[in-house]
């Protein structure tokens, strides 16, 4: 594996303050904002906050067919003991599944949809690739929350990406209302990287897709940029469309109605920003979690 000069130092025993981020957010120059399907301002606001949000961006009827499949998953015994598989702390319910778009022939071909990989494309001005892909679930009552964090100083010290040239589409499969612990996002927090203290355990996504606890940030760099810039929750019904910049800082709460809230999440990387060796100095994570056998350009699948 090509080892790079770290740019993002993160997991390191004395904390270091937060510095603004050295890529860019939209990777296309000034004459390819005029492109379609993004328009200049959507992009212009993507730039400014670190994501867009579309209500109903697919229909309800389209989403029927994985809402479906969503429910068999549940009661699939077989799918829970698989190791991208991830179970709520001492519970048999299930929080995450990861590698769907492996696992399901259909949402492999979600990640694929015109609608949303020519706006990926646009964003991130390259051919791209899935790196990870799963779906978050959060049932009625017992559905933990996810602590605040960017996904790529994980990415980046677990997993090798080594510049911000990735996003993330979490697509809302059952509705996210104010009270079920919907996606939170801290705008404008994409701008600056957070150095995040304590040495990586080996394995150490074992432990963290439940309950994370390294890489996390600091309690004094969150406070100043939620202050600085507040909190959104995006919501809407099933089929609703979150797109985030790797670096967005992003977390969400317990449910604590009897509503489940589930959300698909598809992590598109550039094709000239693949994997190196781990930063943190430890072996790779699984495929299923960083994908490092097939880093092939998606081609457009129509309906």
């Known amino acids: 594996m090509r080892d790079t000069q770290d740019l993002f130092p993160t997991r390191l025993e004395r904390k270091l303050g937060m510095f603004e981020r050295i890529d860019p957010v939209i990777h296309c120059n000034d004459k390819q904002r005029t492109n379609v399907p993004l328009s200049k301002d959507e992009l212009d606001e993507f730039d400014e906050k ?102 790529f100083e994980t990415w980046h010290s677990e997993d090798g990406m080594p510049r911000m040239r990735s996003l993330s589409c979490s697509i809302i499969l059952t509705e996210n209302g104010e009270f079920n612990g919907p996606l939170m996002l801290i705008p404008g927090s994409h701008k600056y990287f957070i150095p995040c203290v304590g040495r990586t355990p080996e394995d150490n996504y074992k432990e963290s897709l439940k309950s994370q606890s390294i890489g996390v940030p600091d309690t004094s760099s969150l406070k100043q940029l939620m202050l600085k810039n507040d909190i959104e929750a995006p919501k809407g019904a099933s089929g609703s469309l979150v797109m985030f910049e790797c670096n967005t800082l992003h977390g969400s709460n317990m449910n604590m109605t009897c509503w489940p809230r589930s959300n698909l999440f598809f992590v598109y990387n550039s094709v000239d920003n693949t994997l190196h060796s781990p930063y943190c100095g430890n072996k790779p994570r699984p495929d299923f979690l960083a994908a490092r056998k097939d880093w092939s350009p998606l081609k457009p699948k129509k309906r």
């Not at 989403?63 to 009661?75: D, G, H, K, T, V």
């Not at 769907?100 to 646009?122: A, E």
Request: aromatic share 12%.
């Open 50 to 151: 670190g994501f867009l949000s579309f209500e109903s961006f697919f229909d309800q009827e389209e989403m029927q067919a994985f809402i479906q499949e969503l429910r068999e998953y549940e009661e699939d015994e077989d799918l829970k003991l698989s190791e991208g598989t991830i179970l709520e702390p001492g519970k048999q319910e299930i929080r995450s599944i990861f590698g769907i778009h492996q696992i399901s022939d259909r949402f492999s071909r979600l990640t694929r949809d015109p609608r949303l990989l020519t706006m990926v494309q646009q964003i991130l001005c390259s051919d791209v690739y899935i790196h990870q892909s799963r779906i978050n679930y959060k049932p009625g009552f017992k559905g933990k929350g996810f602590d605040w964090h960017s996904d």
